[in-house]
Protein backbone atom coordinates (compact mmCIF):
# COMPACT_ATOMS: atom_id res chain seq x y z
CA UNK A 1 0.00 0.00 0.00
CA UNK A 2 1.58 3.60 -1.20
CA UNK A 3 1.28 6.58 1.10
CA UNK A 4 -1.86 8.08 -1.47
CA UNK A 5 -3.33 4.78 -0.52
CA UNK A 6 -2.51 5.14 3.02
CA UNK A 7 -3.66 8.68 3.40
CA UNK A 8 -7.49 8.23 4.36
CA UNK A 9 -6.45 5.83 6.84
CA UNK A 10 -3.90 8.24 8.65
CA UNK A 11 -6.57 10.40 8.93
CA UNK A 12 -9.05 8.06 10.74
CA UNK A 13 -6.31 7.16 12.85
CA UNK A 14 -5.20 10.59 14.00
CA UNK A 15 -9.07 10.74 15.03
CA UNK A 16 -8.74 7.72 17.13
CA UNK A 17 -9.66 4.82 14.83
CA UNK A 18 -8.00 2.03 16.21
CA UNK A 19 -9.20 -0.14 12.99
CA UNK A 20 -7.61 2.28 10.83
CA UNK A 21 -4.14 2.38 12.93
CA UNK A 22 -3.85 -1.33 12.83
CA UNK A 23 -4.71 -1.51 8.84
CA UNK A 24 -1.20 1.33 8.74
CA UNK A 25 0.61 -0.88 10.85
CA UNK A 26 -0.12 -4.24 9.09
CA UNK A 27 0.84 -2.15 5.60
CA UNK A 28 3.65 -0.41 7.36
CA UNK A 29 5.10 -3.16 10.30
CA UNK A 30 7.61 -5.41 8.04
CA UNK A 31 9.46 -2.46 6.22
CA UNK A 32 9.70 -0.46 9.76
CA UNK A 33 10.85 -3.65 11.36
CA UNK A 34 13.36 -4.68 8.51
CA UNK A 35 14.81 -1.35 8.44
CA UNK A 36 15.18 -1.63 12.87
CA UNK A 37 17.19 -5.30 12.11
CA UNK A 38 19.38 -4.14 9.31
CA UNK A 39 20.29 -1.73 12.12
CA UNK A 40 20.14 -3.25 15.58
CA UNK A 41 20.88 -6.67 16.41
CA UNK A 42 19.76 -7.96 19.49
CA UNK A 43 15.85 -9.74 18.69
CA UNK A 44 14.51 -8.64 21.99
CA UNK A 45 15.81 -4.69 21.10
CA UNK A 46 14.37 -5.23 17.55
CA UNK A 47 11.17 -6.04 19.10
CA UNK A 48 11.32 -3.48 21.37
CA UNK A 49 11.82 -0.65 19.13
CA UNK A 50 9.68 -1.66 16.49
CA UNK A 51 7.04 -1.45 19.21
CA UNK A 52 7.99 2.09 20.36
CA UNK A 53 7.84 3.54 16.62
CA UNK A 54 4.08 2.54 16.55
CA UNK A 55 3.71 4.24 20.08
CA UNK A 56 5.49 7.29 19.18
CA UNK A 57 3.50 7.24 16.31
CA UNK A 58 0.39 6.62 17.28
CA UNK A 59 1.18 9.64 19.85
CA UNK A 60 2.87 12.08 17.28
CA UNK A 61 0.08 11.72 14.17
CA UNK A 62 -0.92 15.28 14.80
CA UNK A 63 2.26 16.24 13.83
CA UNK A 64 2.13 14.66 10.86
CA UNK A 65 2.17 16.93 7.52
CA UNK A 66 -0.24 15.32 4.66
CA UNK A 67 1.77 17.23 2.15
CA UNK A 68 5.00 14.88 2.84
CA UNK A 69 5.51 11.56 2.34
CA UNK A 70 4.00 9.04 5.34
CA UNK A 71 6.89 6.66 5.39
CA UNK A 72 9.87 9.53 5.26
CA UNK A 73 8.09 10.67 8.08
CA UNK A 74 7.78 7.19 9.57
CA UNK A 75 11.15 6.37 8.96
CA UNK A 76 12.73 9.39 10.41
CA UNK A 77 10.44 8.26 13.54
CA UNK A 78 12.28 5.00 13.28
CA UNK A 79 15.91 6.02 12.90
CA UNK A 80 15.88 8.31 15.46
CA UNK A 81 14.56 5.84 18.27
CA UNK A 82 17.43 3.42 16.71
CA UNK A 83 19.92 6.71 17.85
CA UNK A 84 18.21 7.06 20.85
CA UNK A 85 18.55 3.19 21.45
CA UNK A 86 22.22 3.31 20.86
CA UNK A 87 22.35 6.35 23.09
CA UNK A 88 20.92 4.59 25.79
CA UNK A 89 22.79 1.29 24.93
CA UNK A 90 26.62 3.10 24.92
CA UNK A 91 25.61 4.29 28.38
CA UNK A 92 24.47 1.03 30.03
CA UNK A 93 27.65 -0.46 28.42
CA UNK A 94 30.53 2.66 29.98
CA UNK A 95 28.65 2.28 33.77
CA UNK A 96 28.10 -1.39 33.99
CA UNK A 97 29.43 -4.20 31.63
CA UNK A 98 32.19 -2.26 29.92
CA UNK A 99 34.75 -5.02 29.27
CA UNK A 100 32.19 -8.00 28.83
CA UNK A 101 29.74 -5.60 26.13
CA UNK A 102 33.15 -4.57 24.51
CA UNK A 103 33.66 -7.75 22.44
CA UNK A 104 32.06 -8.99 19.19
CA UNK A 105 28.49 -10.59 19.97
CA UNK A 106 27.41 -13.37 17.69
CA UNK A 107 24.19 -11.84 15.37
CA UNK A 108 21.15 -13.42 15.46
CA UNK A 109 18.66 -13.32 12.62
CA UNK A 110 15.22 -14.77 13.80
CA UNK A 111 13.40 -13.73 9.96
CA UNK A 112 15.68 -14.88 7.38
CA UNK A 113 13.55 -15.43 4.58
CA UNK A 114 12.53 -11.48 4.63
CA UNK A 115 16.45 -10.45 4.37
CA UNK A 116 16.77 -13.60 1.38
CA UNK A 117 14.73 -11.51 -0.62
CA UNK A 118 16.36 -8.39 -0.02
CA UNK A 119 19.53 -8.90 -1.00
CA UNK A 120 22.30 -12.15 -0.94
CA UNK A 121 23.59 -13.00 2.14
CA UNK A 122 26.92 -12.43 1.50
CA UNK A 123 26.18 -8.21 0.90
CA UNK A 124 24.54 -8.70 3.88
CA UNK A 125 27.03 -9.48 5.78
CA UNK A 126 29.40 -7.16 4.49
CA UNK A 127 27.17 -4.58 5.03
CA UNK A 128 26.40 -5.20 8.89
CA UNK A 129 30.43 -5.21 9.45
CA UNK A 130 30.35 -1.40 8.93
CA UNK A 131 30.16 1.00 11.57
CA UNK A 132 26.69 2.42 12.90
CA UNK A 133 27.16 5.64 10.72
CA UNK A 134 27.99 4.10 7.50
CA UNK A 135 25.62 1.10 7.88
CA UNK A 136 22.40 3.67 8.27
CA UNK A 137 23.50 5.70 5.01
CA UNK A 138 23.89 2.80 2.99
CA UNK A 139 20.34 1.05 4.60
CA UNK A 140 18.47 4.20 3.75
CA UNK A 141 20.28 4.93 0.36
CA UNK A 142 19.72 1.54 -1.37
CA UNK A 143 17.38 -0.29 0.87
CA UNK A 144 14.59 2.61 1.09
CA UNK A 145 15.89 4.81 -1.97
CA UNK A 146 16.19 8.11 -0.32
CA UNK A 147 18.33 10.75 -1.73
CA UNK A 148 21.38 11.92 -0.05
CA UNK A 149 19.44 14.99 0.74
CA UNK A 150 16.54 13.48 2.30
CA UNK A 151 19.06 11.60 4.31
CA UNK A 152 20.87 14.63 5.59
CA UNK A 153 17.36 15.94 6.98
CA UNK A 154 16.34 12.44 7.88
CA UNK A 155 19.58 12.50 10.42
CA UNK A 156 19.76 16.14 11.05
CA UNK A 157 23.37 16.02 10.00
CA UNK A 158 24.74 18.45 7.00
CA UNK A 159 24.66 16.68 3.25
CA UNK A 160 28.20 17.09 3.11
CA UNK A 161 28.79 14.66 6.29
CA UNK A 162 26.09 12.19 4.29
CA UNK A 163 27.64 12.21 0.96
CA UNK A 164 31.19 12.08 2.89
CA UNK A 165 29.68 8.51 4.75
CA UNK A 166 28.26 7.31 1.48
CA UNK A 167 31.54 7.21 0.05
CA UNK A 168 33.14 5.53 3.06
CA UNK A 169 31.05 3.06 3.22
CA UNK A 170 31.45 2.17 -0.37
CA UNK A 171 34.67 2.30 -0.31
CA UNK A 172 34.78 -0.05 2.54
CA UNK A 173 32.21 -2.22 1.28
CA UNK A 174 34.69 -2.61 -2.28
CA UNK A 175 37.48 -3.25 -0.25
CA UNK A 176 35.72 -5.84 1.81
CA UNK A 177 34.44 -7.44 -1.49
CA UNK A 178 37.84 -7.31 -3.05
CA UNK A 179 39.21 -9.25 -0.06
CA UNK A 180 36.45 -11.85 -0.01
CA UNK A 181 37.15 -12.88 -3.95
CA UNK A 182 34.60 -10.35 -5.46
CA UNK A 183 34.83 -12.21 -8.76
CA UNK A 184 32.95 -15.85 -7.50
CA UNK A 185 29.96 -13.52 -6.57
CA UNK A 186 27.14 -12.22 -9.43
CA UNK A 187 25.28 -9.24 -8.54
Not at 71 to 76: C, E, S, T, V, Y
Request: proline content about 2%.
Amino acid sequence: MNDKELLPWLEKATLGDESAFQLVYQATHQDVYRTVAFLVYNKQDIEDIVNEVYMRMWRSFHKYDPNRPFRFWLHGITIHLIQDWKRKAWRRIRLFERNRQMTCEQFDWTDRTVLQFEMQHELFRLIRQLSYKLRVVIILRYFHDYALEEIADMLQIPVGTVKSRHHLALKELRKRFEIKGGDEYVY
